[in-house]
């Protein structure tokens, strides 16, 4: 078989037909005892009549064998034959045509040849198109096969340009030609008129005979050849949707653009294969093809386009196309073999056919309401991708288009044989590799403003932490921060106040991550700095920073403020954050909103002593919500534990981070001297974010 794919028309045709009973064909009345053949230094086409017996015997193969009872089958083309699938003249039925309607597996053709005048090596060209496999004897001698030969069957592959060359010795005289073929059950329900041989051999000088396998090779290759220009375009498509996908991970559409081109690759690479070279069976080929890579090419491209659109509801979308593709591979597989005609009655097709036909109009429907959506969202750019989305449409959907609505689908390009597809494929990659390339551009230009933004946030953060810690007589105060990204949501603030010499402590944590965050903590800092000038009691400070917030959306903060007078009398106000420890000990607390979350809200305030060489530790949530691999909390217990122990605020900063840092980690250490001492200013961290 030159080629494995038919159309569904064919197949149904034919399932309607197979029922009808087959006449075994007459057999002539005189047929010749041998062909007689004046070579010189050409070639003779074999045509005419062949014996031809079904079955299998290698007693068949000998010379000596009296044929005289086998039937006839005539190889001599039919005025006006082409052949069903690729349309090329000199097409000759197949048994099945010829009197042997049912018959699948082994049969035999011999023909007795007088060569005369003979100038050289004799060759035997072997047809173009055999259903399926074969094995070419002469004198009872095995010249060559095409297809692996078992004891009761045979592996089949797609029939390839062949010539064989006869013993040195046989140049002239009488010869016996004897073809042992084996036809797969399968190839009985692919073409209406299978088996055996569809053109007759040529006999000849084997010079000649190799310039006609030349000449057959160039025509595979100019009916393929456009293949491999397509494998290119997609090549390099797949190159540049790698290379953008490398550089860019956050757009799935590259992945997907990615995998349908290697799909197709795949597709293409099948052909191509099948068509030079024997590395793939016939069975496994159609399977691979048809069954397999066909269905979920199509939902690779619908799931390609469904990204590139940004359709909101994707996990809907997945399950709809792979549902679809896993029903069109069972589907296709009942009308392929070795499925059909097996295990699937032929008459099946009748309904398979157009149920095969609904399931890819569903795919075309999807295909049509994902770019409906995505114009209306995109405008322009939907509007842009509007005519690749045709073009793929095309490339999927052609044989479909040649049965509904006759559209020619092959078309002769220089000489070489070029499909609707093909076309479709190479101008479609072409438009959406500028699309993805423009879209990639765009994505970076926005990149780089978010950068220059979060840069400026940066800045202005760090504008807001002074050079130096101010004096803080009578305490000593370390601080750690370690943000989980470049602008974090953590702040701190250390204010002393000049009428009474106390210090206030400020702590918190905004929500939300990024720029966002950042710009809130700056809003927060400046309402601090600016609140503090008229009032330092924690509790009016918290209300008027609860005013701020309050209103802006979601913009809310966990706050804690301490105010810790030259004689170690603290007083703290809390709206929802960690509580401080005291001595290694969890001052308790009660509940209290976050600031910014409702006006007017009620805040915990506690009053103490900080006596001489006691230490305080406030830290944010970032420390015990650390998680290591086994996704395991750092925890509030590991927490309490080390500070058992005289720890510092970097080396529990450093436990948490090194732990598995999920937030940004902020630790703040205050002890209280022994004994009041002017001491050097400490650089330090004032507000962190």
């Known amino acids: 078989m030159r080629y494995a794919g038919t159309s569904v028309v064919l197949l149904l045709l034919f399932g309607l037909a197979a029922g009808l009973p087959g006449q075994k064909a007459p057999t002539p009345a005189a047929p010749r005892t041998q062909l007689e053949a004046t070579l010189g230094d050409g070639t003779l086409e074999l045509s005419g009549l062949w014996k031809f017996h079904i079955g299998d015997d290698m007693a068949w193969a000998r010379p000596d064998f009296d044929d005289s009872s086998w039937g006839t089958i005539d190889l001599t083309p039919p005025a006006g034959s082409a052949n069903p699938e690729l349309g090329s003249s000199g097409y000759i039925p197949g048994w099945t045509a010829n009197g042997y309607p049912k018959h699948t597996g082994f049969a035999w053709y011999r023909l007795r040849v007088n060569v005369q005048s003979s100038h050289g090596r004799l060759a035997i060209k072997m047809p173009n198109e055999v259903d399926d496999a074969y094995q070419l004897y002469v004198n009872g001698q095995l010249l060559g096969e095409l297809g692996k030969f078992g004891e009761r069957k045979a592996t089949a592959y797609s029939t390839l340009p062949r ?5 040195r010795e046989l140049r002239n005289g009488p010869i016996t030609i004897a073809v042992r073929i084996f036809m797969d059950s399968a190839s009985l329900f692919l073409t209406p008129d299978a088996g055996g041989m569809h053109e007759p051999p040529v006999l000849g000088h084997a010079g000649v005979i190799g310039t006609l396998i030349q000449m057959d090779w160039d025509d595979t290759a100019h009916v393929v050849g456009s293949g491999f220009l397509e494998m290119l375009i997609l090549l390099l498509a797949w190159m540049v949707a790698v290379s953008l996908l490398s550089m860019d991970r956050t757009e799935p559409s590259y992945l997907w653009l990615s995998l349908v081109c290697a799909v197709t690759i795949l597709s293409n690479g099948v052909v191509l294969i099948v068509s030079f070279v024997p590395w793939i069976a016939l069975t496994p080929g159609i399977v691979l093809q048809d069954v397999i890579i066909g269905p979920i090419r199509i939902g690779l491209w619908v799931i390609f386009w469904g990204y590139w659109f940004r359709i909101s509801r994707m996990r809907w979308v997945h399950r709809f196309v792979w549902g679809l593709v896993a029903l069109t591979m069972v589907g296709t597989a009942m009308m392929r073999a070795p499925i059909y005609g097996q295990h699937v009655p032929v008459h099946a097709s009748v309904y398979l056919t157009p149920i095969l036909l609904g399931l890819r109009l569903s795919f075309a429907a999807l295909l049509c309401a994902i770019t409906f959506r995505g114009i ?10 509007f005519s690749a989305v045709v073009l793929v449409a095309v490339a999927l959907f052609q044989v479909q288009l040649r049965l509904l609505l006759h559209v020619p689908i092959a078309f002769n390009i220089l000489g070489f044989d070029v499909q609707l597809g093909t076309i479709s494929t190479i101008f479609s990659l072409f438009l959406i590799t500028v699309m993805l390339v423009r879209r990639f551009l765009h994505t970076q230009r926005i990149r780089e ?6 840069e400026q946030a940066r800045q202005i953060q760090h504008v807001l932490i002074p050079e130096q810690l101010p004096r803080t007589p009578g305490l000593a105060i370390e601080s750690e921060y370690r943000p989980a990204r470049e602008v974090g949501g953590d702040f701190f603030q250390i204010l002393p106040v000049q009428d009474d010499g106390s210090v206030l402590i400020v702590v918190g944590d905004v929500t939300g991550k990024g720029l966002q965050a950042g710009m809130l903590v700056a809003l927060i800092v400046g309402a601090i700095r600016t609140a503090v000038q008229y009032d330092s009691d924690p509790l009016i400070l918290m209300n008027s920073l609860n005013d701020r917030l309050w209103g802006r959306g979601r913009a809310s903060a966990t706050c ?3 105010q810790i007078r030259t004689d170690g009398r603290v007083t703290l106000a809390n709206a929802g954050h960690l509580p401080p420890y005291l001595n290694g000990i969890e001052i308790e607390m009660d509940g209290s909103l976050p600031i910014g979350v409702v006006p007017g809200a009620e805040f915990f305030v506690s009053h103490f002593t900080l006596e001489p060489g006691d230490t305080l530790m406030l830290m944010s949530d970032g420390v015990a919500e650390a ?16 500070l058992q122990q005289p720890i510092s605020a970097a080396e529990l900063a450093s436990a ?12 703040l250490r205050i002890q209280r001297r022994p004994q009041p001492e002017n001491v050097p200013d400490e650089r330090g961290i004032l507000t962190a974010t």
Not at 449 to 454: G, P, S, Y
């Open 163 to 167: 010539a064989f060359r006869l013993p």
């Open 376 to 385: 209306r969202k995109q405008k322009t750019e939907g509007w842009l991708a």
């Open 449 to 454: 403003q978010w950068k220059a933004e979060i």
């Open 560 to 562: 804690l403020i301490l």
């Open 627 to 642: 998680q290591d691999q086994q996704k395991q909390l750092f925890g509030f217990e590991r927490i309490e534990k080390m």
């Open 656 to 667: 948490a981070q090194d732990f598995g840092q999920e937030d940004d980690i902020l630790v």
